[in-house]
């Protein structure tokens, strides 16, 4: 009972932070979605449900919604398989591994807002580094981030440049993680690359791609700063991210009933997603 009292007394700090920061602005949000601000009152009046049937009939919602599906579509995939490809390379044995991984974190050390700016000025369609690098081999200037078509596609690779270098040391750690013995045994009864990976690495890694497939996913759904300090949402709704609508509606245009049904429709669907992540990829003997 003692022992148990002091895991407490070293959880409580973390479990008070989790429920300060964490879940009460949950709630909170969630149960101001029911209510508007009256200007005349200052007060808040109960409306129910208007302002998630408000949403049903809202067009830019539904662009809101399309951007924000369709950018996950493409860039949790592509972080995940990227990250598994980048830690298997990096767990091989080979003479200056260490430089070469710590090359391969240097993204980890550049904060998001940074890289995001950086990014911004190397996809800069006048003076750019990228249209720069595409001369030299004959293509033409891109417009990038002010192009309509191609503004989703920049963020997806300013998301995986940053991302796949952090998930990458999750999987790699889950390597290194597997006995050595395994491997030996393996490759004594014959086996080849493809069947180690296969029989050998994917499935102990499963619980690892796990939690780096739901981790992922909900760092991309509540992406946020690149639109903000790119594109405004911009060009013609092509980055207008759910994330990104909420606040715009909360802080630019006032409607936090709106901001606040935004966000907790958003929390629904993620949770939903997650759930079929964990019905999918949940380990077998613990399905």
């Not at 995940?80 to 298997?88: C, P, Q, S």
């Not at 963020?155 to 013995?181: N, Q, R």
């Amino acid at each position: 009972m003692r022992r148990a009292s002091v895991a407490y007394a070293f959880l409580l700090p973390a479990l008070l932070g989790l429920a300060l920061f964490r879940i009460y602005p949950i709630a909170a949000s969630f149960l101001k979605s029911f209510y508007v601000r009256s200007f005349l009152t200052k007060r808040e009046v109960f409306v129910g449900l208007e302002g998630y049937w408000a949403l049903l009939e809202d067009p830019i919602f539904w662009k809101s919604v399309w951007v924000t599906v369709l950018f996950n579509f493409v860039v949790n995939p592509v972080q995940v398989i990227a990250a598994l490809g980048l830690a298997l390379f990096l767990s091989a044995p080979m003479r200056g591994i260490h430089a070469i991984r710590s090359l391969f974190m240097l993204p980890i050390g550049i904060s998001l807002p940074v890289a995001v700016v950086i990014w911004g000025v190397v996809l800069n369609p006048n003076a750019g580094l990228m249209n720069s690098l595409l001369a030299l081999i004959g293509v033409p200037a891109q417009r990038f981030l002010t192009s309509p078509s191609q503004a989703l596609w920049s963020i997806v690779l300013i998301a995986s440049w940053k991302g796949v270098s952090y998930w990458m040391i999750f999987l790699l750690a889950g390597i290194k993680g597997i006995p050595e013995t395994l491997y030996e045994a393996a490759r004594i009864d014959g086996a080849g690359a493809w069947q180690i990976l296969t029989r050998i690495t994917l499935p102990l890694l499963r619980r690892v791609i796990l939690f780096v497939v739901v981790a992922d996913t909900i760092s991309n759904y509540l992406l946020f700063v690149p639109a903000y300090l790119l594109t405004r949402g911009g060009p013609e709704n092509a980055t207008n991210f759910l994330m990104y609508e909420a606040f715009k509606s909360g802080f630019i245009y006032l409607d936090m009933n709106r901001s606040m049904t935004i966000v907790s429709t958003l929390l629904v669907f993620l949770l939903v997603v997650i759930a079929l992540e964990f019905r999918f990829l949940k380990p077998q003997h613990e399905a």
